[in-house]
């Protein structure tokens, strides 16, 4: 069990590493626990309740605390900014044969239709959301002139 110890605690820390999502990092501290359980001669259920006892006892009273002290504010990403704005079809929308562009500030998305519906070009179009790269969009109302180009 010593290998497999070494092994996870290794690999939480690699995740903790690649992620600094401040969750591996307390399975690694019980990974080193249950390690050390391992190494004095203990049994594997010992193993387990030292490796459980060490994560459980951190991930309870440290992570409230640092969340206290970095609360981490949400900020939108560039392209969760485009939610709202205006744009102009360049090439029509069929989400049915997965053709559509629109500009937007200058730059040209793949865009498909939030309700499905087919939206010719030049049309006035509203973002709804971000699609990993790809704007999902509405036909903006007659009655609400302007484009942000």
Do not use: Y
């Not at 019980?30 to 359980?37: C, D, F, K, M, V």
């Not at 981490?72 to 044969?97: C, M, Q």
């Not at 971000?130 to 903006?140: D, F, M, N, Y």
């Amino acid at each position: 069990m010593i290998i497999f110890w070494i092994i996870f605690f290794i690999a939480a820390l690699m995740a903790e590493a690649a992620t600094f999502a401040l969750v591996s990092v307390w399975f690694a501290a019980g990974a080193l626990g249950a390690l050390i359980t391992a190494s004095l001669g203990g049994n594997l259920t010992l193993q387990l309740i030292v490796f459980t006892l060490i994560s459980g006892i951190l991930l309870a009273f440290t992570r409230p605390l640092l969340k206290k002290l970095f609360p981490g504010k949400f900020i939108p990403t560039n392209s969760e900014l485009e939610v709202g704005k205006t744009a102009v079809v360049t090439e029509a929308i069929d989400n049915e044969t997965g053709k559509g562009r629109v500009r937007l500030g200058g730059v040209n998305w793949a865009a498909v239709s939030a309700d499905g519906a087919k939206i010719p070009e030049k049309a006035v179009v509203t973002v709804t959301e971000v699609r990993s790269a790809k704007l999902a969009v509405i036909l903006k109302d007659a009655d609400e002139a302007g484009t942000q180009e």
